[in-house]
């Protein structure tokens, strides 16, 4: 039997940074939530939408939607029965090979997302861009960019098993 080796514990300067992501992340995801209160969209029903939005013909494969959101293909169909049962989105089979399905954005998945954008990004700006300067933002996209692809590359392996 391997022995198992003693954990890394975090040193004062990973442990500051770790608490002060984790407590401004979750803070920012439930503010974020909240300000999208008033058009009945969760986060997670937004990021999907905007995901479809920005797709061409506002269609997207389930599996490249879900590996592209990093979530699972269980949860990414819990999100879309939420959606579907809303009007904003419907599952199309995939007649090109019968394996899969197409997650689709409805006109009224369009309408909602439209509707919310304006005051969504408005919080976003509020709550997190206009509080740093255009150098602390560069620095923020590349060490989440870093961060993204670590965690995607992981997903992919952690999916594959």
Known sequence: ???KSAPRWLNPREMKAWRSYIIASRRL???LDADLDGH???MADYEVMAQLSDAPGRRMRM???AELAMLSKSRLSHR???MEKAGWVKREECVEDRRGYWAVMTDKGWKAILAAAPSHVESVRRRL????????QEALAGIFGH???ELRNQFLEESKG
């Open 80 to 82: 879309m029965k939420v």
């Open 40 to 42: 009945d969209l969760t």
């Open 1 to 3: 039997m391997a022995k």
């Open 147 to 149: 961060v993204t692809e």
């Open 63 to 65: 599996s490249e939607l």
């Open 129 to 136: 861009i206009d509080q740093l300067s255009a150098k602390e």
């Open 29 to 31: 995801l439930e503010a």
